[in-house]
């Protein structure tokens, strides 16, 4: 079974500080993503990476960027937290290739910026 | 981009009722069609999916079709039970099937 792991559940953090959000699937995936779920607004796609080292913006990249420097590894960073940026955040892997594989999620990280 | 819509946002439904919840979608060249199950703290999972080239799929009380000329596609519950209760996530693939985009969500309340 994938297992998608984020090292937190729950973080607060400071309006102005820098926050490292970590995801690690045990798949061997191609794709990962990281979306943001908000209420009435389902899940927005924020940046995805196909492969170590490449990555794609999504539909709301403003304000965060990521990292890929393992392939079982995909962090996003908030380079200055916002209290916009509240929010689950959600990280996800996939087969890639061109399959149509589903995504399979993290628990997902509950983020408070106060 | 693909834009995908859902309705309804929610839906009450008494138990051993049927639920159907619809997607459309915009981008003709999407072919694959996942659903997501998202209960209340928990991570979504995918409960079904669906291929263009297919135009219903069943698994147990649960079925999707797929009408690919008018470009929506549906999730059917039937015999509902209380554990069906959960949000819903209809999803279309990009032609490339490295991205997906997600309907808003459905929150599905099975009553006893």
């Known amino acids: 079974d994938v297992k998608v792991t984020q090292s937190s559940r729950y973080l607060v953090k400071r309006t102005g500080e820098k926050v490292f959000l970590e995801c690690v699937q045990d798949?061997?995936?191609?794709?990962m993503f990281w979306y943001r779920q908000d209420p009435g607004l389902g899940l927005r796609l924020i940046y995805f990476?196909?492969?170590?080292?490449?990555?794609e913006k999504g539909d709301i990249p403003e304000g965060y960027s990521v990292s890929r420097e393992k392939k079982e590894r995909f962090s996003l960073i908030l380079e200055s937290a916002s209290t916009n940026q509240t929010s689950m955040y959600l990280c996800?892997?996939?087969?890639?290739?061109?399959?149509?594989?589903?995504?399979?999620f993290g628990n997902g990280t509950r983020l408070t910026v106060t | 981009g693909e834009n995908v819509e859902q309705h309804p946002s929610t839906l009450s439904v008494q138990e051993g009722d049927s639920a159907v919840i619809k997607c459309t979608y915009s981008?003709?060249?999407?072919?694959?069609f996942p659903w997501y199950k998202q209960e209340l703290g928990k991570r979504p999972q995918l409960i079904i999916d669906?291929?263009?080239?297919?135009g219903e799929k069943k698994d147990q009380r649960i079925a999707v079709t797929l009408n690919k000329t008018a470009k929506h596609f549906s999730l059917h519950i039937t015999e509902t039970q209380p554990e069906d209760s959960a949000v819903y996530f209809c999803?279309?693939?990009?032609?490339?099937?490295?991205?997906?985009?997600f309907g808003t969500g459905t929150s599905l309340t099975v009553i006893p």
């Open positions: 996800a892997s996939s087969q890639g290739g061109g399959l149509r594989s589903p995504l399979h």
């Open positions: 798949m061997d995936h191609e794709n």
């Open positions: 990476s196909y492969d170590v080292k490449m990555k």
């Open positions: 981008d003709s060249a999407s072919n694959y």
């Open positions: 669906i291929r263009s080239n297919v």
């Open positions: 999803a279309a693939s990009s032609s490339t099937g490295n991205q997906f985009y």
